[in-house]
Every structure is written in C-alpha cells, then in structure tokens.
C-alpha cells in the first residue's frame, strides 16, 4: 500500500513537471513574437509567417489548457455527453482536412481507407473528434518525417446473422490509425492508456488517457498495438453503431488525403 501510494506521488510529481513544460513551451514563442510583431519591422509575408508561428502555438496551448480541464471533469465524474446522430465518415474526413491546414507535413503521407456509404453513430460527435484528433497527432508527433506514412482505416464490423448493425445492438464500427514512426515501448505497452503515462518525455500523457475515458463512456473499447512485423504502431477504437438502419456496405475505397514533400 506504502509503495502504491509513493508511485503515485512520484507519477503525480512526475505529471506537474511536464504539465508545466509543455505549457511554457507555447507560451515563449507567443510572447516574444508578439513584441517582434509590436515592434512593426519587416514586411507582409514575415508578419504572415510570425502569425501562423503565433496562431499554432495559441492552439497548442489551448489543447493542453483543455487536456487539464478534461482531466478535471474526469476525476471528479463530471464528463458530460452531448449525444447526436451523425455520420462517421463525414466527420474523419474533416477531421483531416483541418489537420491538413494546420499541420507541417514535412513529408508525411496520410492515406484514409474507408467504406463510402454513410456510417452513422449516436454519440458526442465533438468528444469523437477529439478522440481521433488525439490519436491523428499522437501518429505524426512519432512518426519520421522523411517519407513516413499514417492511414487511418475506418471499417464496420459484421456481426452473425445482421447486416452491419440494423437492429443489432452489438454491430460496431472500428477507427484505426497506423502509422510508421518508433513503435510503443513494451514496457509502457499494458499502462498506455494510465493517466500521467507518455510514449515519450514530451507530451503529458493526458491525450490517450482521456480518450480512452470518451471510449469506454460511449460504450466503445480503446487499444494500441506495435505494428509486426512492420515499424510503428496502430491504435484502434471501436463504437456501437446507431440502433438505426445502416446503409449496406460497400468495398473499402483508399483516399489519398496529403502527400507534401
């Protein structure tokens, strides 16, 4: 019990510190380009520069902010769903497209396989986006920059003797994001998904945590896997589909969303 409690003091220790890092990281560059941008010296296209540098960091920052007050809501059991019907595929794909405006690339292709027809969910349409842009970002922050690739499959699991989920309370549908980067540490691979556990010494660890908790609130499973025996690692979560009739499903189509150089 002693040992428990000190390992989650450290852990605890260990959480503030990085908290802390990471929320000063954004917050240098925002300042001190600001005062650059005061200082009125340089043309357009460096202000546009500086802004867009200014502008990421702002979201980044936000991010974080917003990590800490999900985490908040979490322990005190106060994470509230706001349920909808909506369509799956719809939502990824301008999940991406934002991720594409707002992402430096440097390299990376991102591919998304998926089944034209609509796929339709019951549930909190902005935690679900938060869950995949979690695990998008998570992808590109671990994954080299000189060619790497990141696909993002989206597919409905047929369940004996239904048709994907028309009537069936038990059909689902799983999202995997796979990507070609570093791959999971086995020995961090069974608490990945623990509050204050990261894949590396950046980031809180807050992301994968929290949407596991989005997950397993809409009734869903949550899990990450080394890729074998290629590199990298593949998350996956899987969601009840809506009680509603399904659209029939189609072959999987593969959409290449970006390829920067």
């Not at 990507?179 to 086995?186: E, K, L, N, V």
Request: glycine share 6%; charged share 25%.
């Amino acid at each position: 019990m002693y040992k428990k409690v000190k390992e989650t003091e450290r852990m605890q220790k260990e959480f503030i510190d990085i908290a802390a890092h990471e929320l000063r990281n954004p917050i240098q560059p925002i300042l001190s380009l600001s005062q650059l941008l005061l200082s009125k010296t340089g043309n357009i296209e460096q202000y546009n520069e500086l802004l867009d540098t200014v502008s990421r960091n702002a979201k980044r920052l936000n991010r974080l902010t917003e990590d800490l007050l999900d985490l908040t809501k979490i322990e005190s059991q106060s994470l509230q769903l706001h349920t909808e019907r909506f369509n799956l595929n719809h939502v990824i794909l301008n999940v991406l497209d934002d991720i594409v405006l707002t992402t430096q690339f440097n390299g990376t292709n991102i591919q998304i396989l998926y089944q034209p027809q609509d796929i339709f969910l019951e549930a909190d349409k902005e935690r679900i986006i938060q869950v995949i842009s979690n695990l998008i970002n998570n992808a590109f922050k671990f994954t080299k920059t000189d060619g790497g690739t990141i696909s993002v499959n989206v597919e409905k699991e047929k369940t004996e003797g239904n048709d994907y989920g028309e009537g069936d309370n038990n059909a689902e549908v799983a999202i995997s994001v796979k990507d070609t980067g570093t791959g999971i540490d086995p020995g961090i691979l069974s608490r990945l998904f623990t509050r204050f556990v990261t894949k590396s010494n950046t980031g809180t660890g807050l992301g994968l945590f929290i949407s596991k908790r989005i997950v397993e609130a809409h009734g869903g499973k949550i899990w990450g896997e080394n890729n074998s025996p290629e590199k990298g690692a593949t998350f996956t979560f899987s969601l009840p589909l809506s009680k509603e009739k399904q659209p029939p499903s189609q072959a999987t189509k593969t959409r290449e969303l970006v390829q920067c150089c």
